[in-house]
């Protein structure tokens, strides 16, 4: 395991499950086709809490170009890394929802609507406004990353003045961090709040033959990539200035 191998498998599989609800609630035939949003923003939580298990011990969990980004603007990881943890980040993101399509063939056969099928692999606006929709971007990771900022390691005493480390219950505020920018902030763009997320998948909607697919909506494609990266920056700014 290198912090290259644990950014790429911790995206695939926080992808492979993120697109996997939304394929699960939206596609035909599915067993929890309609499940609605309180579905998909749990799931998408619980996601990013395995995809973190898997890659914390051994490259952070960045699992988000915005994220890397964000450490980089304010000093806590070094820019010579940042390429690396980008690279890996996309390409798991394209092994995630290329997996998605993989299990979910059939209902993708199934359902007549090509927007549902493009849905699974990457976000488009509500209502489109190009400015409210990259706001909501920026808004959506600010408060992702500003979190990231203030996390503490997790740890309780064991009475003696020793600190115990939680290991895998430390990813826990982070989905939930993540589960209520879905609740809250997500039903105007779908909270993209990570370009790997959506671009990554977007290139793969684009290239797989999906039966009865419609285009892969490259006119909308840069906000949910510049709006997280805008919203990382404001984040690592505001850290910097408090701190």
Same mark, same amino acid.
């Given at each position: 395991?290198? %912090?290259?191998?644990?950014?790429?498998?911790?995206?695939?599989l926080?992808?492979?499950?993120?697109?996997?609800?939304?394929?699960n609630?939206?596609?035909?035939?599915?067993k929890?086709?309609?499940?609605?949003?309180?579905?998909?923003?749990?799931?998408?939580?619980?996601?990013?809490?395995?995809?973190v298990?898997v890659?914390?011990p051994?490259?952070?969990a960045?699992?988000? %170009?915005?994220?890397?980004?964000g450490?980089?603007?304010?000093?806590l990881?070094?820019?010579?890394?940042?390429?690396? #943890?980008?690279?890996? /980040?996309?390409l798991?993101?394209?092994?995630?929802s290329s997996?998605? #399509?993989?299990?979910?063939?059939?209902?993708?056969d199934?359902?007549?609507?090509?927007?549902?099928?493009?849905a699974?692999?990457?976000?488009?606006p509500? =209502?489109?406004?190009?400015?409210?929709n990259i706001?909501? /971007?920026?808004?959506?990771?600010?408060?992702?990353?500003?979190?990231?900022? #203030?996390?503490?390691?997790?740890?309780?005493?064991? &009475?003696?003045?020793?600190?115990?480390?939680?290991g895998?219950?430390?990813? =826990?505020?982070?989905?939930?961090?993540?589960?209520?920018i879905?609740l809250?902030?997500?039903g105007?763009?779908?909270?993209?709040i990570?370009p790997a997320?959506?671009? &990554?998948?977007?290139?793969?909607?684009?290239l797989?033959?999906?039966?009865?697919?419609?285009?892969?909506g490259?006119?909308?494609?840069?906000?949910?990539?510049?709006?997280?990266?805008?919203?990382? =920056?404001?984040?690592?700014?505001?850290y910097?200035?408090?701190?």
């Open positions: 395991m290198t %912090p290259f191998i644990a950014e790429l498998l911790g995206t695939a926080l992808i492979l499950l993120g697109g996997g609800i939304v394929a609630d939206l596609l035909s035939k599915t929890g086709n309609g499940g609605g949003w309180m579905t998909i923003t749990t799931a998408w939580g619980l996601a990013v809490f395995v995809g298990v890659a914390g051994y490259s952070g960045h699992l988000n %170009p915005a994220v890397t980004i450490l980089a603007v304010s000093g990881f070094p820019w010579a890394d940042v390429p690396t #943890y980008l690279a890996a /980040e996309f798991g993101a394209m092994i995630g997996l998605v #399509y993989l299990m979910y063939k059939d209902h993708f199934a359902t007549e609507d090509g927007g549902l099928k493009r699974v692999f990457c976000t488009d509500a =209502i489109p406004n190009n400015f409210r706001v909501s /971007e920026i808004l959506g990771t600010f408060v992702l990353v500003i979190c990231v900022f #203030y996390f503490a390691d997790a740890e309780i005493s064991d &009475g003696s003045g020793t600190k115990v480390g939680l895998s219950i430390g990813a =826990i505020p982070v989905a939930f961090v993540v589960w209520g879905g809250s902030l997500g105007t763009t779908g909270y993209a990570n997320r959506d671009l &990554g998948p977007r290139i793969v909607h684009a797989l033959p999906i039966k009865g697919k419609i285009d892969s490259w006119g909308y494609a840069w906000i949910p990539v510049l709006g997280p990266i805008l919203g990382a =920056i404001i984040a690592a700014s505001l910097l200035v408090l701190n």
